[in-house]
């Protein structure tokens, strides 16, 4: 089948490696993709947010399956704007906008993890018509406390704060001033849990639905876990906390009474839900949903999952999820994310990238993510610019792999972290 896969970022050059090994992918384009994914398809000049764009080229090239790997058009309506006549029809891999807003609204996830008694921190929601309220919630809270912008903020838009002062001054920031524009028109003020993050992917037809894969992300820019919030400097799957005891509980307490949830109030959902979950005592609380795949959290679920992706997002699409068996690579994989100098704030692009020497390595997989193909040159194009992947028997012997593999590649201002995984060593 002809295959469209919408993105450009690490993400997508890892769902693209991974589609093209299907014996069901006959053809595969990505719009806008980046310097990886030329190498597994071909590149179309389309923004992921123009449906009217991306309808034409799929009624053009005979395109029958869409995958979205961004949650941006998704949470603005791409699986419904398929489903008006004449435009493009065919499987769209995404929730409904309805369904999205478990990603795009922090208000509306929390209001539904209440409604369907799912594990989270207790919240309060406030904008401009009760600003002056909000303030005197945050006097009285414990702290640290969290401040989320209700929409999508780019990854940027939770902030924990350790001082009611500068609580009030981030709260002020996100409605007075409009931080992240309508994002933060809204704020969710979140009670602190003191945990290990996990991420749990599922993918669901809505009523049915199988775990994909689970990994450890690494948000902060500086080695200890320190510095500024990042999208992510690297992951690690399997995370050797996640027993089967924990996973129980995680099925039992959060993803079956979410996907009952979504089922009950009749939320489109064909796609893939991301469960940013914290580990509290044994116990898992759920920090976020996201619908779609996490990015660098593909970068070591896709190389572990051993199924077909394309079989599996048909059997999805066509609800035939309970005759598939999850197959999973058991080595331990890790992903370490060599970003632009600069990053998480400021940074050049146009930096070219020299990949030395081939490296004899069959176990390692270099992602792209901020790259793009200038010429004969791969130049940067973004803050995060690689992801390195490897397979290893640990975590440290995967990581130390990668890191290896860094050393030949070279771009002016290059950082990485040399830590991930410091804590299962």
Same mark, same amino acid.
């Given at each position: 089948?002809?295959?469209?896969?919408?993105?450009?970022?690490?993400?997508?050059?890892?769902?693209?490696?991974?589609?093209?090994?299907?014996?069901?992918?006959?053809?595969?384009?990505?719009?806008?993709?980046?310097?990886?994914?030329?190498?597994?398809?071909?590149?179309?000049?389309?923004?992921?947010?123009?449906?009217?764009?991306?309808?034409?080229?799929?009624?053009?090239?005979?395109?029958?399956?869409?995958?979205?790997?961004?949650?941006?058009?998704?949470?603005?309506?791409?699986?419904?704007?398929?489903?008006?006549?004449?435009?493009?029809?065919?499987?769209?891999?995404?929730?409904?906008?309805?369904?999205?807003?478990?990603?795009?609204?922090?208000?509306?996830?929390?209001?539904?993890?209440?409604?369907?008694?799912?594990?989270?921190? *207790?919240?309060?929601?406030?904008?401009?018509?009760?600003?002056?309220?909000?303030?005197?919630?945050?006097? !009285?809270?414990?702290?640290?406390?969290?401040?989320? *912008?209700?929409?999508?903020?780019?990854?940027?838009?939770?902030?924990?704060?350790?001082?009611?002062?500068?609580?009030?001054?981030?709260?002020?920031?996100?409605?007075?001033?409009?931080? /992240?524009?309508?994002?933060?028109?809204?704020?969710?003020?979140?009670?602190?849990?003191?945990?290990?993050?996990?991420?749990?992917?599922?993918?669901?037809?809505?009523?049915?639905?199988?775990?994909?894969?689970?990994?450890?992300?690494?948000? !902060?820019?500086?080695?200890?876990?320190?510095?500024?919030?990042?999208?992510?400097?690297?992951?690690?799957?399997?995370?050797?906390?996640?027993?089967?005891?924990?996973?129980?509980?995680?099925?039992?307490?959060?993803?079956?009474?979410?996907?009952?949830?979504?089922?009950?109030?009749?939320?489109?959902?064909?796609?893939?839900?991301?469960?940013?979950?914290?580990?509290?005592?044994?116990?898992?609380?759920?920090?976020?949903?996201?619908?779609?795949?996490?990015?660098?959290?593909?970068?070591?679920?896709?190389?572990?999952?051993?199924?077909?992706?394309?079989?599996?997002?048909?059997?999805?699409?066509?609800?035939?999820?309970?005759?598939?068996?999850?197959?999973?690579?058991?080595?331990?994989?890790?992903?370490?994310? *060599?970003?632009?100098?600069?990053?998480?704030?400021?940074?050049?692009?146009?930096?070219?990238?020299?990949?030395?020497? !081939?490296?004899?390595?069959?176990?390692?997989?270099?992602?792209?993510?901020?790259?793009?193909?200038?010429?004969?040159?791969?130049?940067?194009?973004?803050? !995060?610019?690689?992801?390195?992947?490897?397979?290893?028997?640990?975590?440290?012997?995967?990581?130390?792999?990668?890191?290896?593999?860094?050393?030949?590649?070279? /771009?002016?201002?290059?950082?990485?972290?040399?830590?991930?995984?410091?804590?299962?060593?």
């Amino acid at each position: 089948m002809n295959i469209l896969l919408l993105g450009s970022g690490g993400r997508e050059h890892a769902l693209a490696w991974k589609m093209v090994q299907s014996s069901r992918c006959t053809k595969l384009f990505i719009a806008p993709g980046n310097a990886g994914t030329a190498q597994c398809g071909i590149n179309v000049s389309i923004n992921s947010n123009d449906f009217n764009a991306i309808s034409t080229f799929c009624i053009n090239e005979k395109i029958d399956l869409l995958v979205v790997g961004p949650e941006e058009p998704l949470v603005k309506g791409i699986y419904d704007f398929f489903q008006q006549p004449d435009t493009w029809k065919g499987m769209v891999i995404g929730p409904s906008a309805a369904a999205a807003q478990l990603e795009g609204s922090k208000a509306f996830s929390k209001k539904f993890m209440q409604r369907h008694h799912i594990p989270t921190a *207790a919240y309060a929601e406030f904008d401009e018509s009760n600003f002056e309220l909000g303030k005197k919630y945050i006097q !009285r809270h414990s702290l640290p406390i969290v401040l989320k *912008a209700d929409g999508l903020a780019a990854g940027k838009g939770v902030v924990i704060c350790n001082t009611v002062e500068e609580a009030q001054q981030v709260f002020e920031e996100m409605i007075v001033h409009k931080q /992240f524009g309508e994002a933060s028109a809204k704020v969710v003020i979140e009670q602190f849990l003191s945990g290990v993050e996990v991420s749990v992917f599922v993918i669901t037809d809505g009523s049915e639905y199988k775990i994909i894969g689970h990994a450890k992300d690494y948000k !902060r820019i500086g080695e200890g876990d320190t510095g500024l919030n990042t999208g992510g400097m690297g992951c690690v799957s399997p995370v050797p906390f996640v027993t089967e005891e924990f996973m129980q509980k995680v099925e039992q307490h959060i993803i079956q009474p979410t996907i009952k949830g979504i089922k009950e109030e009749s939320l489109t959902y064909k796609g893939f839900i991301f469960f940013g979950l914290i580990n509290v005592n044994d116990e898992p609380f759920v920090i976020e949903y996201n619908c779609r795949m996490g990015d660098p959290e593909t970068e070591v679920v896709m190389p572990r999952l051993k199924n077909d992706i394309v079989e599996l997002f048909e059997a999805m699409y066509y609800s035939r999820l309970q005759n598939i068996t999850i197959k999973t690579d058991e080595r331990a994989c890790c992903t370490v994310v *060599a970003v632009s100098g600069g990053y998480p704030g400021d940074y050049k692009k146009g930096k070219p990238i020299y990949f030395g020497e !081939r490296y004899n390595n069959k176990e390692t997989i270099i992602f792209h993510a901020g790259t793009q193909q200038k010429g004969d040159e791969v130049i940067t194009n973004g803050g !995060r610019v690689l992801a390195i992947t490897s397979f290893g028997n640990t975590i440290s012997e995967a990581v130390e792999k990668s890191k290896k593999v860094l050393e030949t590649i070279q /771009f002016d201002g290059m950082y990485y972290r040399k830590d991930i995984g410091y804590e299962f060593e």
